[in-house]
């Protein structure tokens, strides 16, 4: 599982693992609402609190882990690349 933070809610996904996307922007979790996973938003206008965020990812995740589907999956967002090392042309 990879936990991505996002502020512009790039759609990712990963064919070899589940991507959570993350946000703390209000408009990205707002324009891009079916990408986005956990919503922290609330946490930068005071809303809710930090530990209150922190315990609503980490339920997110616990259900993520016990086979929920993720965003990106949901979608069939399934994009990945090699990179390698060294030179390219």
């Given at each position: 599982m990879v936990l991505f933070t996002t502020g512009r809610g790039t759609p990712?996904?990963?064919?070899?693992?589940?991507?959570?996307k993350i946000t703390a922007?209000?408009?990205?979790?707002?324009r891009m609402a079916?990408?986005?996973?956990?919503?922290?938003?609330?946490?930068l206008s005071?809303?809710?609190?930090l530990d209150a965020a922190a315990a609503n990812l980490g339920r997110f995740v616990l259900?993520?882990?016990?086979?929920q589907l993720v965003q990106a999956e949901k979608l069939g967002h399934r994009e990945f690349g090699f990179h390698s090392i060294g030179v390219t042309l």
């Amino acid at each position: 599982m990879v936990l991505f933070t996002t502020g512009r809610g790039t759609p990712l996904g990963f064919a070899v693992a589940p991507i959570v996307k993350i946000t703390a922007n209000e408009q990205t979790a707002i324009r891009m609402a079916e990408n986005i996973d956990v919503d922290l938003s609330k946490v930068l206008s005071r809303c809710i609190s930090l530990d209150a965020a922190a315990a609503n990812l980490g339920r997110f995740v616990l259900r993520a882990a016990n086979r929920q589907l993720v965003q990106a999956e949901k979608l069939g967002h399934r994009e990945f690349g090699f990179h390698s090392i060294g030179v390219t042309l």
